[in-house]
C-alpha cells in the first residue's frame, strides 16, 4: 500500500465508487467521474417506483422543483452560493449561451467580448457565434494563463467568459481579483467552473461574481451528458432575460397562455422540462462532498497533484509539466508534455492506466479526490515511465 493512502482521512471513500475490473489506474477523472455504487440503485429505483409507479403526478411530487433544489444544495456544498441562485439544465454549452446572451443584453451599446484564445473550444464557438448574432468583436486574450494585466478590458467591453481552472494547463485563475479588475470597467464576467466544481471550492456570492456556468460529469460525477449548472447572482435576477424564451422559465406554464414573460428568480434561465434522470447521480456525489467536506477535497487534491509532480520530476526527466508548480496557481489536474505521448496512449490503456490526452503532446492526469488513491497516481506516473524507457 502507498503510504500516503494509509494516512489520507479521505482514503475509505474510494470504496463508495464502481471499480472498473480492467482499470488499474483511472486518472481522467476530470473527464468523466466514476459513477458511485449507489447510482445504479438510484436510477433503478426512479425508474419503477417514480416513473413507473407514480408516473405523471411525479412532477407534482417534486420533479419539477429538483433543478433548484439540487442547485441550491451544489450551491451550499461546493459553490459558496446562497439559495435561488443556482439551477441545472441543459448542456454546458447552451446554459453559456444564455448566460452570455442575457450579460451582453444587460451592457447595450458596448461592443466587445472578451475570452481566451486556449479556453475549451465550444466556450470560444458560443463566443463567436454571439458575437456574429450580436455584430460585436471579440478581443483575444493570447495567454493561457489569464491575469489581470493581460484582460483586454476598455469602457466598451461588455462581457467577459473565463475559465476557473483552465483545462489544458490547469492554471487556476485569482476569480475575486480578476471580478472586481472586470467591474472597475462596468462589465459582466461569466466564469466557467468546468474544471473546478467540486474540486477546487468557490466562494461566488462573497466574490462578487456576476455569472457561472459549470458542468456536472466531471467531479460532480453525474454521469455522461447530465446537465450543466448555472448560477445568477440574486441582484442581477429581476433584470436578466435569457434568449431562449420556453414555457418552464416563464411566469405561469400551466396556464399556457400568451406571450411570455419570464418567472421570478433562478427559474427564469430555465427553457423546456427539466432532464429529471440526467440529475439523479450527480444528487448522491453532492450530498457526498457535503460530508467529506470541499475544504478537504481541495486540500487532498493539491496533495495528489503535488504527489504526480514529484514523481514525474523524479522518473520523467525528459518530459515537460505544462502546469504550475505553485499550488495556489494549480487546479485538480497536471498535465505533462512529451512528443512520444500520443503513441503511448493505447498502450497505457492496454496495462489499465487511463489518462486523458490533449493535442498536441500532453498528458493530462486529473485526479478526482474522492475516487483517485495515491497508489494510482504513483502507477500511473511508472507506467508512462516504464513505456518511455522502453521507446
Ligand atoms: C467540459 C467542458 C465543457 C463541456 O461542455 P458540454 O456542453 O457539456 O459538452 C465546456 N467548457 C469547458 C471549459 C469544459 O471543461
Wanted: charged letters at 20%; a negative charge; aromatic letters at 8%.
Amino acid at each position: 500500500m502507498n503510504a500516503l493512502d494509509a494516512v489520507d482521512p479521505l482514503a475509505r471513500y474510494r470504496d463508495l465508487f464502481i471499480q472498473a475490473p480492467d482499470v488499474a489506474a483511472y486518472l481522467d477523472g476530470n473527464s468523466l467521474g466514476r459513477p458511485l455504487a449507489v447510482t445504479p440503485g438510484r436510477v433503478a429505483e426512479f425508474v419503477t417506483e417514480q416513473w413507473g409507479y407514480t408516473l405523471i403526478q411525479g412532477w407534482d411530487n417534486g420533479w419539477m422543483s429538483l433543478a433548484q433544489s439540487i442547485g441550491d444544495d451544489l450551491g451550499r456544498v461546493a459553490l459558496g452560493a446562497a439559495p435561488g441562485q443556482t439551477t441545472i439544465g441543459d448542456s454546458t454549452t447552451v446554459l453559456l449561451y444564455k448566460l452570455v446572451r442575457a450579460a451582453a443584453d444587460l451592457r447595450p451599446g458596448r461592443t466587445e467580448l472578451v475570452i481566451d484564445r486556449d479556453n475549451f473550444p465550444t466556450d470560444r464557438y458560443v463566443l463567436e457565434g454571439i458575437a456574429a448574432e450580436r455584430g460585436l468583436t471579440i478581443r483575444w486574450i493570447e495567454a493561457s494563463d489569464v491575469t489581470i494585466d493581460r484582460l483586454p478590458l476598455s469602457e466598451q467591453t461588455a462581457v467577459v467568459v473565463l475559465s476557473h481552472v483552465a483545462y489544458r494547463s490547469g492554471f487556476l485563475a485569482d476569480v475575486p481579483a480578476l471580478t472586481a479588475a472586470i467591474h472597475d470597467h462596468g462589465a459582466l464576467v461569466v466564469w466557467d467552473l468546468c474544471h473546478s466544481a467540486g474540486v477546487v471550492p468557490t466562494r461566488l456570492d462573497d466574490w462578487g461574481v456576476d455569472l457561472a456556468v459549470g458542468c456536472t460529469y466531471k467531479y460532480l460525477n453525474g454521469g455522461p451528458g447530465s446537465p450543466a449548472f448555472a448560477y445568477v447572482r440574486s441582484d442581477l435576477l429581476g433584470e436578466i432575460r435569457q434568449p431562449i424564451q420556453g414555457w418552464l422559465g416563464s411566469a405561469r406554464p400551466f396556464e399556457m397562455g400568451q406571450g411570455y414573460e419570464p418567472a421570478e428568480g433562478i427559474t427564469r434561465m430555465l427553457s423546456g422540462t427539466p432532464p429529471v434522470i440526467g440529475m439523479l447521480a450527480m444528487r448522491d456525489m453532492i450530498a457526498l462532498i457535503d460530508e467529506a467536506g470541499i475544504d478537504a477535497i481541495r486540500a487532498k487534491s493539491v496533495a495528489l497533484t503535488e504527489y504526480a509532480i514529484a514523481l514525474a520530476d523524479e522518473l520523467l526527466p525528459a518530459v515537460t509539466l505544462s502546469t504550475p508548480r505553485a499550488a495556489d496557481n494549480r487546479g485538480g489536474h497536471i498535465t505533462l508534455d512529451h512528443p512520444s505521448f500520443e503513441a503511448m496512449m493505447p498502450k497505457l490503456w492496454q496495462r489499465g492506466v487511463i489518462p486523458d490526452f490533449r493535442r498536441p503532446t500532453g498528458i493530462r492526469l486529473g485526479l478526482s479526490p474522492l475516487s483517485t488513491s495515491f497508489a494510482e497516481v504513483e502507477l500511473g506516473v511508472r507506467t508512462i515511465a516504464e513505456l518511455l524507457a522502453v521507446e
